[in-house]
């Protein structure tokens, strides 16, 4: 008997997971904001939420990830505390959403911890990936729109924003880690370009939106 061969494409989800990544500044909170307004005008059920953060596990350990104050995290912990949160957010939260069909926008996901932790903190984007495919059971997006900005201008943007405050614990990172994480995001995107939407956070936020619907269109026949 010939063995029939699988097919090439997973069988299509119920709803649509679409994650936004990219550095401080890039706008992605504007641009989750906009995109929810859309869909929910085109009738779409829609969800959003962050990362970390989403869940009631999540929030907490936010606090522990993100606020000065809370003592030395090294950066193997930090990894591991950013991977618990988003495994809580996959099953508690995401995968029953896409199961009913919903269509959920997280602001960050698994990249950011490929570029943060993987490239920025130095512990190797392989090494990182492999803990978060294991965490999430292999949850990719749909799609990932990656909001790209210089490191120089991200800095400025969030003091602009923070009025001088200093930022949260791993904002006040040095320059060369921002660096470091804007090279990681744009090498994720290039290795599965079929999956990414990369814009240039300097556009115009309108512009931007305009261009994140033209690719959702085909996806949500809208
Ligand atoms: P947040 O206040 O949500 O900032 P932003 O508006 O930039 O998304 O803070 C999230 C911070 O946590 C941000 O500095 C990026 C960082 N982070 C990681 O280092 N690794 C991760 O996996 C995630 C999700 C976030």
Known sequence: MTDIPPTSSAPARPGLFLAFEGGEGAGKSTQVGLLRE??????RDVIVTREPGGTDIGERVRTILLEHGQGEVDPRTEALLFAASRAAHVVQKIRPAIEA??????????????????AGRELGVEAVADLNDWATEGMVPDLTVLLDVAPAISKARREARDLGAPGDRIESAEETFHARLRDAFLGRAAQAPERYLVLDGTLPAPEVHARIREALEPMLNV
Do not use: E, I
């Not at 859309?38 to 009738?43: C, H, T, V």
């Open 101 to 118: 069909g919903q269509v959920v926008v997280s602001d960050r996901f698994v990249d950011s911890s490929l570029a943060y932790q993987g």
């Open 38 to 43: 859309w869909l929910s005008a085109a009738g």
